[in-house]
Structure formats: C-alpha cells, structure tokens
C-alpha cells in the first residue's frame, strides 16, 4: 500500500511515521512530504531511507491515503486535489471539520459511521479527541447534558517553534516569540484566535466537535482553553452533568473497560493521571472521579492523554486502520 505523509518532518507528521511504524501499518511505498526546502533531503522509516517529495509528485503518484498534517492551508488546497485523484486523505488540519459531509472521526467514538465514498477524513482537535474518549460510555449510559472543561495543554501543540521558544527562555537566550507573552514558567489562557464572542478558536473547536463526533446537538459544551510550559500531554478537568442519575462505583466500572481509557483513581495512593505518564502512551488516562457536591447527576473527572498521539497521530492512523479493516481500501 502507497502512504503519503504530508508534513513529514514536524512534530506530529514525525509522531505519524513512528505509529505507522509501531503498528505495522501495511505501507509498501512510503512518500514522505514536506515544504519545497526539504524535497530531496532523507527520512528513515522502518530501517531504510526514504526521499522527501514534492506535494505535486506525492499526488501524481496516486496513494491509497495521505496523512496530513501541515496546517490548515495547506490542506484546503492539496487536500481535494489528492481526493480527485483517488487518494483516501486523513486530514489533522481544522480545515474540513465542520464540513456538513466530512466525518469527524475518533475511531472509539463513531468509527462505525466511515463508509466508501468518504474521500477526506477529518481528524479532530487534540484536546476533543481525549474528552470524547473519556466521556462516549458515559454518555451512552446516562446521556450528558452539559460538559464544562478547562485544558492544561502542552507547547507541542503549538509546534517545534514554541517547544524552541520555551527553551531559549530558559536558557536566556535570545528567542522568536511564536506566544505573544513568555511560556516558560508562565500559563497562556489563550489558544488560537479570540473570536467576537470573546471566546477563542480553539474554545469553540470543542464546542462544536464534541456535537459532532457525539452525535447529539443537545449536549451544552463551555471550554476554557489554556497552554502550559509542557513539553507532553494536555490535561483537562471535565465537570460533566447528566440527565440520569450515577453511581460512582458503576462509572468507575464503566470507565475501566472502555476502549481507549485506562482508570488511574487512587488518590489514597497519589495515583491519578498526569502528562508525563501519558508521554508517548495512546490511552487516555482518567481520574479524580468524584461527585459535585453543588448540584445533582453531576461528575467530576481529571482526563490526559499525549497530544501527538492518542491527540493527533495515532488518532490518524486507527483511522486509516478502520478502512483497511472495512475493505474500504486494500492492502
């Protein structure tokens, strides 16, 4: 099978290569795309050197799919033309998310509802993808009402430049700014854009895919989103109303068997989930389960996952797994 990766030599594109490579994924070509800077130069994957590509070649060679993951602009403009040309496209992107006839896929969430004539793919917001995750069982049990969540994300969401921004801050060297303020030893209550409803971008990313990859427009989302100085793994404190009554002892149940999740709940202990346990890991970790005491049917939990991973890349690729899987497209 012919993969293109489109964005190969950044964080999350690099995070792709290594998962297709863990899991086996069944690449017979690899082409490894980047910016025109980089065409030419080597990758290696899976103990042999690959070129780096031009977008232009990568889509005349007709991939079975392409990973992408270069940012939103490129992928509205290469995304439809690898599409037109029979290519399966993956895209990590926002560009097509809320495109009424794009699926926004977290496998363990509604991967059933892939089909073949679905030629991109959206892969959703990092920080979505771990809160749907955690809360899918739930919510197919006693059917949530309203979810408030604030995020503790990683710089590497950001990039390779804020990873270097926080760096060069604690070396007190001289630094490019890619945060309007400092990040080391510093929190940003800012993520993407401020919009006109004084929400941010990425705030409303939440809102409205958490609906969308839920199935279910009644759920109430508010998000608050905030970037720390770590260098893996987002963190969320999920405050989650139900219309049906829980026992905690059944979410714990429930949680500990669900796909995707690994309960870590044992404060007596000090075990709780934290990012640098969920550093190169796929689960989403949950924890601190307790009841709010300030009103009914109302759950607080803790929720982490690695970013590049569970959060973009791996996420990517059980796509990619699922339409082999269907037949979609073959080996």
Known sequence: MKVAVVGATGLVGTKMLQVLEERNFPITELLPVASPSSVGKSILYGGKSYTIVSMEDAIAAKPAIALFSAGGTISLEFAPKFAANGTRVIDNS???????????????????????????????????????????????????????VSTYQSITGTGQK????????RAGTVVEMVYPHRIDQNILPHIDVFMENGYTKEEMKMVQETKKIMGDNDIQVTATTVRVPTTGGHSESIN????????????????????????QDDVANNVYPMPIWSHDKDDVFVGRLRRDESQPKTLNMWVVSDNLRKGAATNAVQIAEILVDKGIISE
């Open 162 to 169: 804020a990873v270097a921004q926080m760096a060069s801050e």
């Open 94 to 148: 926002s560009a097509f998310r809320m495109g009424p006839s794009i699926p926004l896929i977290v496998p363990e969430v509604n991967g059933q509802i892939l089909k073949a004539t679905d030629m991109i793919i959206a892969n959703p917001n990092c920080s979505t993808i771990q809160m749907v995750v955690a809360l899918k069982p739930l919510h197919d049990k006693y059917t949530i009402k309203r979810i408030v």
């Open 240 to 263: 989650v109303e139900f219309e049906h009554e829980y026992d905690l002892e059944a979410v714990k149940t429930l949680l500990s068997t669900a796909p995707g999740v690994t309960l």
